[in-house]
């Protein structure tokens, strides 16, 4: 069976914390990964990742992938309260379908 | 502006009554999807379409239909709705389907059929 699987489910830091999400994924003819931050309305796009071991960043946020083990993971560095949302990995696969992750919701702490 | 619309935006509806929920992109997208999110379930995809006449199911695709007359129109149909479709809707619109790309969502629809 197909199947995305985030963790931790959620977590709580403190302001200025670096937090680590997981994404692990079993699916027949993988393509991409894919993160997304949602609040509270529809998700936003952060990165897409295609190849093993290739770091992408975008300011306080970076991602890699391991198409070896079948994972990726995404940092946030000096967390701050607007990073707070629910943070979706996805993946496409076979006939261009498309599977989420349930998600991590990510607390930050003032 | 660069979106996906979607409407309406919240429906209540009945157990049965056909309705359809239209979603729109103005970025020339040829790949669009619809998915649901539940809680604890979190997004599931119902159907995509590649490109105009081209859908196929996601993992969810029962007691919905979808039609791709337009590059730029995917509606989601509901032909006899039941509670158990009260939920969240998403349509999302991407370029080249093979790679996603960067999936760009509408503001959700939130239905409740009772």
């Known amino acids: 069976e197909d199947k995305v699987v985030q963790s931790p489910l959620s977590l709580v830091v403190h302001e200025g914390d670096t937090v680590t999400l997981n994404c692990s994924y079993e699916?027949?003819?993988?393509?991409?990964l894919l993160w997304y931050k949602q609040e509270k309305k529809a998700p936003t796009f952060l990165f897409m990742l295609?190849?093993?071991?290739i770091e992408k960043k975008s300011g306080r946020l970076s991602s890699i992938l391991d198409k070896k083990e079948l994972f990726s993971i995404l940092n946030i560095t000096a967390t701050q309260t607007g990073d707070s949302a629910v943070y979706l990995c996805?993946?496409?696969?076979?006939?261009?379908?498309?599977?989420f992750g349930k998600g991590t919701r990510l607390h930050i702490l003032p | 502006e660069a979106q996906v619309t979607q409407n309406p935006r919240y429906l209540i509806t009945v157990t049965g009554k056909k309705l359809t929920v239209t979603c729109s992109q103005n970025?020339?997208?040829?790949?669009m999807s619809w998915y649901r999110q539940d809680p604890g379930l979190g997004l599931r995809q119902i159907y995509y379409?590649?490109?105009?006449?081209?859908?196929d199911k996601g993992d969810v695709p029962e007691g919905y239909k979808v039609s791709r007359k337009e590059k730029r129109n995917f509606p989601l149909i509901l032909e006899s709705p039941s509670p158990n479709q009260t939920s969240l809707y998403f349509c999302?619109?991407?370029?080249?389907?093979?790679?996603?790309?960067?999936?760009?969502f509408g503001p959700g629809t939130r239905l409740t059929v009772t």
């Open positions: 970025m020339n997208h040829e790949y």
């Open positions: 379409s590649m490109n105009v006449e081209v859908t």
């Open positions: 999302a619109s991407s370029l080249f389907g093979r790679y996603s790309y960067e999936q760009y």
């Open positions: 295609t190849s093993s071991g």
């Open positions: 699916v027949t003819n993988f393509r991409s």
């Open positions: 996805a993946v496409e696969y076979r006939d261009d379908k498309i599977i």
